[in-house]
């Protein structure tokens, strides 16, 4: 079992940053695969970043390449989404996933989900 837990969210004007984090607890091991998925109200849920728990292997949806990062801190069991140049197309839930079968861009393929956290970017 894991538990993930979101937090960072807020209003920003566009061009702003925000910075996520996503605490987990329970069994994290080198292989679990960490995502960030974002929903938008009537879309679809989205991939967004994810990276690879031991090694750090980073993946990005090309919406937010070279806008945003994801990193982790294993000491502190945290994964970040570092959110900079900040779009209106960017407002939505953002979700913290995490998956023990590896890199996926597919939500389906996840087991734990955190209750997510509203992102707001006004023009």
């Known amino acids: 079992q894991v538990q993930l837990e979101e937090s960072g969210g807020g209003l920003v004007q566009a061009g702003g940053s925000l910075r996520l984090s996503c605490v987990a607890s329970?069994?994290?091991?080198?292989?679990?695969?960490m995502a960030w998925f974002r929903q938008a109200p009537g879309k679809e849920r989205e991939f967004v970043a994810g990276?690879?728990?031991?090694?750090?292997?980073?993946y990005y949806a090309d919406s937010v390449k070279g806008r945003f990062t994801i990193s982790r801190n294993s000491a502190e069991n945290t994964v970040y989404l570092q959110m900079n140049s900040l779009k209106p197309d960017d407002t939505a839930v953002y979700l913290c996933?995490?998956?023990?079968?590896?890199?996926?861009?597919?939500?389906?393929?996840?087991?734990?989900w955190g209750q997510g956290t509203q992102v707001t970017v006004s023009s």
């Open positions: 996933a995490a998956d023990g079968g590896g890199y996926s861009r597919q939500s389906a393929a996840y087991d734990y």
């Open positions: 329970g069994r994290i091991f080198s292989s679990t695969f």
């Open positions: 990276i690879r728990w031991g090694v750090g292997n980073t």
